[in-house]
């Protein structure tokens, strides 16, 4: 998990992160990106990680800086 940033994540896994994170449920979310994001370690019974919140933080933080 360590080394890996946002932009190393395709679309699907980017999306999913987000929508996890807005609360919907992991049952709407793209089933082959919750199993790449589990096996990372981004993703956890269901739930982000706090590595995974930290990681949608600081890119977001980007796009508003930019």
Known sequence: ?????????DS??????A?????VSA????PV???TLKRIGFIKDSRLTQQAEQM??????LVFVA
Not at 19 to 23: D, H, K, S, V
Not at 27 to 30: A, K, N
């Open 33 to 35: 990106a919750l199993l």
């Open 19 to 23: 929508m996890l994170a807005e609360g």
């Open 12 to 17: 699907d896994e980017q999306r999913t992160i």
């Open 27 to 30: 049952e709407l979310c793209d």
């Open 1 to 9: 998990m360590d080394g890996i940033s946002w932009t190393d994540l």
């Open 56 to 61: 949608l933080a600081a890119a977001l933080r």
